[in-house]
């Protein structure tokens, strides 16, 4: 499937938005505050690092 969004993003950049976007279609506000987008952030990189097998960044 084909990620949209802005222009000049890394592929993996667009892999975790797209995660994290889904992440919080999914589970609504349990990880999301007003503020903080750190928590959906971190589970999108666990989420990738455990579909793919290998660590993909910084959490």
Known sequence: M???GPAGLSPHMKQV????????EKYGSVFTKPRSRK???REAL????RRTGKKVGAI
Do not use: G, N, R
């Open 2 to 4: 084909k990620v949209l």
């Open 17 to 24: 938005l797209y995660v994290e976007k889904k992440i919080d």
């Open 39 to 41: 928590p959906v952030k």
């Open 46 to 49: 666990l989420m990738i690092e």
